[in-house]
C-alpha cells in the first residue's frame, strides 16, 4: 500500500511575545515559577495589529508551497482546523486561498476547501480528512494542505491567560510524504462535556480545574482504544510521545498517568516493585475512594523512580521545547510538539528514519484521539528548512501595558477609543488590512 502521511510542516508564530516571569508574574503577584515550573511556560506569542489566523495560517502556507515547488494546481484540497473564526460561514480556508492568489500565477478554483471544528483536536482532524481522501483515490494525483492556526486568547483575568498563545501550522498531505508516514490504526475517546466552550463568544468559557481531568480521562479512553485495534503498547515501541500541549505541566501529568497504564502487568513493574511496590488493582480495596488514595501514592511515587525520568526525559520532554516558548496554539499545539520531538532528534544526530512517535491529540467538549507514525527517509531536510528559531528570537517583546493594547485589539467586539501602531515592520508576508463592505476581512501582499 502506497504510504500517505504528512510531507512537509511549516510554523509560524506570532510575531510578539509575552515574557511570563518577567512581564506578567509581577503583574499577577505571582511567583514567576509558577509559570516557569508550575505550569512550564516561559513566553507566549502574541499576534501583531496586522496578524491573525488568517496571515499566519496563509504565510505558514506559501513557505511550505515555496520551498517544495508547488503551484496552486498541485494542491487539491486546503483545510483550515481552527476554533478563532470570525465567521459561522464563510471558512478560513477561502480567505487563505485568496490570500496564496494573489501571489501564484495560477489559483485554486478546483480544489475542495473546508473548515474543522472540534476545539484542538481539530487540527488532527483535518490531517486525517486529508489522508482519507488521499486514500479513497479521489486526490487525483494532488496533495491536501492542512492549516492548523489560532489565536488563543482568554478574558483579561480569566486563569487561562498565562497559558495563550498565537500562530499557525500548515501541513502538506501526501503520498509517499518525506515527514512522517500515517498508520490506519487509531484510537479515541470522546464524550459530550462542558469543561471549554465558547457559545458564540471569542473567549472561552472555561472550568480549568475540571478541563484538566476530563483531558486525562479522555486520553485513558483513547489509550484503552487504540490497544484494542493496535495491541498492547509496549514503552520502547515509541521514540517520542507528542502530546496535545495546553502548557507543559499537563501533560507532565497525562504522561505519567500513560506510563502507569502501560507498564501494568509488564516486566517494567516488576522491575519497579521492589522500590515503590506494585501498582493498586482496584479488587484490593474496600471502597473507590480507598483505591484511588493508594493510585495518588503510587503515582506520586512513580514520577520520582529513575526508571520513569529516564523515559519521560527521552521520549515526553523533548516534545515541549518550542511549547515553552509559545503558549498553547490550540488547532497546532500537537503539531508544534511532534516538530519539537524532531528537532530533538536532528540536535541529537539520531539515526531516526523507520522509529515511531505515539501522537496523543485532544480537544475540549471533548475528545482525544490517539495514533502511531512512522518517520521517513526525508525528515531531516524537512526538519533542518524551518526558522521557526529566527522568528522566535525576533519577536517584539512587550510591556505590560503594550500587552494590554496587543489583547484589547484582537478583541473583536471591543470598540478602542485609541490608535494602536504596529510593533513589527511587515516584510514579504500577508498582513490584514481593514474590513471590507459587508464586514469581510481584507488582506494583502507586503513585499
Ligand atoms: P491556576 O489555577 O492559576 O494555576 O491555573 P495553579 O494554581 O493550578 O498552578 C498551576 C501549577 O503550578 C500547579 O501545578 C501548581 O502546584 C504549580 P500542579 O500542582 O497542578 O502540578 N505552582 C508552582 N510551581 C512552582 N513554584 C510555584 C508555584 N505556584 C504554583 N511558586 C489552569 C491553572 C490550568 C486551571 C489555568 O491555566 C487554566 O484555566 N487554563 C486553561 C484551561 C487549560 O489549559 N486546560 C488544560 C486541559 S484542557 C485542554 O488542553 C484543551 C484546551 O487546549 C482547549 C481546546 O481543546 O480547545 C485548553
Redesign the pocket.
Known amino acids: 500500500m502506497t504510504a500517505v502521511g504528512i510531507d512537509a510542516i511549516e510554523i509560524r508564530s506570532g510575531k510578539l511575545k509575552l515574557d511570563l516571569p518577567n512581564t506578567f508574574a509581577p503583574q499577577k503577584g505571582?511567583?514567576p515559577?509558577?509559570y516557569t515550573?508550575?505550569?512550564g511556560l516561559t513566553n507566549s506569542s502574541f499576534p501583531d495589529v496586522y496578524e491573525d489566523i488568517v496571515t499566519m495560517g496563509a504565510n505558514a502556507a506559501k513557505r511550505l508551497m515555496d520551498r517544495k515547488g508547488l503551484e496552486p494546481d498541485d494542491i487539491g484540497r486546503i483545510d483550515v482546523a481552527t476554533?478563532s473564526a470570525f465567521d459561522h460561514s464563510k471558512p478560513v480556508s477561502t480567505y487563505i486561498a485568496g490570500c496564496l492568489e494573489k501571489v501564484y500565477d495560477g489559483d485554486f478554483v478546483h480544489a475542495n476547501k473546508g473548515e474543522r471544528k472540534f476545539?484542538?483536536?481539530a487540527g488532527t482532524q483535518a490531517v486525517d480528512d486529508a489522508y482519507n481522501w488521499i486514500r479513497a483515490g479521489r486526490n487525483r494525483g494532488r496533495a491536501a494542505i492542512v492549516v492548523a492556526t489560532d489565536t488563543a486568547l482568554?478574558a483579561r483575568g480569566?486563569?487561562?491567560e498565562?497559558?495563550q498563545g498565537a500562530g499557525a501550522v500548515a501541513m502538506l498531505i501526501d503520498e509517499e510524504p518525506s515527514l512522517v508516514e500515517l498508520s490506519n490504526d487509531q484510537g479515541y475517546g470522546s464524550k459530550d462535556e462542558t469543561?471549554?466552550l465558547k457559545p458564540n463568544q471569542q473567549f472561552?468559557s472555561?472550568d480549568?480545574?475540571r478541563?484538566?481531568q476530563?483531558?486525562l480521562s479522555r486520553m485513558r479512553e483513547a489509550l484503552e482504544d487504540y490497544e484494542s485495534v493496535a495491541g498492547d503498547i509496549e514503552l520502547d515501541d515509541f521514540a517520542y510521545a507528542p502530546f496535545?500541549t495546553?502548557?507543559p505541566?499537563?501533560v507532565?501529568?497525562a504522561a505519567l498517568l500513560a506510563y502507569r497504564h502501560v507498564i501494568r502487568d509488564t516486566e517494567y513493574e516488576d522491575d519497579l516493585a521492589g522500590e515503590i511496590g506494585r501498582q493498586p488493582r482496584e479488587h484490593e480495596y474496600d471502597d473507590r475512594e480507598a483505591y484511588e488514595a493508594a493510585i495518588r501514592e503510587y503515582m506520586d511515587e512513580l514520577k520520582t523512580t529513575e526508571q520513569y525520568r529516564t523515559w519521560y526525559d527521552d521520549a515526553v520532554e523533548p516534545t515541549l521545547g518550542l511549547s515553552r516558548e509559545v503558549g498553547?496554539w490550540?488547532t497546532s499545539?500537537v503539531h508544534v510538539a511532534r516538530v519539537s520531538a524532531l528537532r530533538d532528534a536532528l540536535e541529537r544526530d539520531r539515526d531516526f528514519v523507520g522509529e515511531t512517535l505515539l501522537v496523543a491529540s485532544?480537544?475540549?467538549?471533548a475528545q482525544a484521539e490517539i495514533h502511531a507514525e512512522t518517520v521517513r527517509a526525508g525528515w531531516r531536510s524537512e526538519i533542518d528548512a524551518l526558522d521557526i528559531d529566527d522568528q522566535l528570537e525576533s519577536r517584539y517583546d512587550l510591556t505590560w501595558e503594550e500587552y494590554e493594547d496587543v489583547h484589547d485589539i484582537h478583541e473583536y467586539d471591543k470598540d478602542l477609543d485609541r490608535e494602536i501602531e504596529e510593533f513589527t515592520a511587515p516584510e514579504g508576508e500577508f498582513v490584514f488590512t481593514g474590513w471590507g463592505r459587508m464586514n469581510e476581512r481584507k488582506y494583502e501582499y507586503v513585499e
Open positions: 505571582d511567583d515559577e509558577k515550573k508550575g505550569l476554533e476545539a484542538c483536536v482568554y480569566d486563569p487561562g498565562a497559558t469543561d471549554f472561552p472555561v480549568g480545574k478541563s484538566m476530563v483531558y496535545h495546553p502548557f505541566g499537563m507532565r501529568k498553547n490550540y499545539s485532544y480537544g475540549s467538549g
